[in-house]
């Protein structure tokens, strides 16, 4: 079943469809709350309040669009709402909320792919807020241009400025933290 027949389903009273919605896009509602609030306890709120929501309001979805790009926008909103509630900024300590499901890899890849993931993180953290949260979106949750425009709710013009600007900022301090660690 796609996504829009899962949609379909549930407005037709099939709540039991939802749970697939819920399992196709968790990991990603997930990792964008933790990146905007940095706290788990915030993040597991914001989550649970942004699917309790979108399935509340999948009544007002349009289907033209992707399911997946209107639920990270409402994760987005209840974290930022959330974060402001709390006026908490925490530094992220963990970043294995980051790791995607790997039953079956070898310990070997599982710690490559975390320190991989927290040199990315380290990175990302050394630029300005709205250049990071761009490159993540773009690069490591694989929407396009027009899909991280409908997230944050900029133009799509500006996404493209902003990638640009990030990625050119990313490798100057990439290149800075490579020649300092080869010193």
């Not at 469809?17 to 609030?37: G, P, S, V």
């Not at 706290?39 to 007002?60: G, H, I, M, P, R």
């Not at 669009?65 to 974290?79: D, G, P, Q």
Request: net charge neutral.
């Amino acid at each position: 079943m796609d996504e829009n027949q899962l949609i379909s389903s549930v407005l037709g009273g099939n709540k039991e469809a939802f749970r697939f919605l819920y399992r196709l896009h968790k990991d990603a509602a997930w990792k964008l709350a933790m990146y905007i609030c940095k706290n788990e306890e915030l993040c597991k709120d914001a989550v649970q309040v942004s699917f309790t929501s979108a399935y509340k309001y999948l009544y007002a979805f349009r289907q033209d669009a992707s399911f997946k790009t209107w639920l990270l926008r409402i994760v987005k909103n209840e974290s930022v709402k959330i974060c402001k509630l709390e006026q908490r900024y925490a530094d992220m300590d963990e970043s294995t909320h980051y790791l995607q499901d790997d039953s079956g890899v070898s310990a070997d890849k599982k710690i490559l792919a975390n320190e991989r993931l927290n040199w990315i993180d380290g990175l990302l953290e050394r630029l300005h807020e709205r250049e990071a949260l761009v490159l993540r979106l773009f690069y490591l949750e694989e929407l396009s241009v027009k899909e991280v425009a409908e997230v944050l709710e900029f133009k799509e013009n500006n996404v493209k400025v902003i990638l640009h600007r990030a990625r050119k900022n990313l490798r100057t301090v990439a290149e800075k933290y490579v020649n300092s660690a080869s010193i």
